[in-house]
């Protein structure tokens, strides 16, 4: 991995997580790619949406920022499979949920977008 590669992809992971902490839709439809895929696993439910679908639903959510919810998104691992793709494991929480996110990355022109969002959620453990 070229540390430039590594590097950016953490701007864009604390950005993502940023986003998320701010339920600020337009900076999160940012990262992804406009084809990108958002797959939850939660709940015994498994869904599988489009980014027309999903960032509506962060725009009209309370924020964890608004709800006085500190910022605790974290980077576990980023693994680059070649020159223009990527896995990040990132972790956060919303509210009582813990979630564990895999982002799969693609540089398209020199940039790294979110190409889909696999993730699942446990309960948040008491502080």
């Not at 997580?17 to 406009?34: T, V």
């Not at 895929?37 to 980014?51: Q, V």
């Not at 009209?60 to 980023?78: M, Q, T, Y």
Request: charged share 25%.
């Amino acid at each position: 991995m070229q540390d430039s590669d590594y590097t950016e992809i953490l701007a864009l992971c604390a950005r993502y997580h940023d986003a998320l902490h701010r339920s600020d839709a337009k900076l999160l439809g940012s990262l992804f790619h406009e084809k990108a895929l958002y797959a939850a696993t939660t709940d015994g439910d498994i869904r599988f949406w489009s980014m027309d679908h999903y960032l509506p639903i962060v725009a009209g959510r309370p924020s964890p920022a608004s709800r006085g919810e500190a910022p605790d998104g974290r980077v576990l691992a980023i693994t680059l499979a070649g020159p223009n793709a990527a896995l990040a494991q990132v972790q956060s929480s919303l509210g009582e949920r813990f979630f564990t996110d895999f982002l799969s990355l693609v540089k398209i022109d020199g940039r790294w977008l979110i190409a889909a969002k696999v993730f699942d959620h446990v309960p948040r453990q008491a502080d």
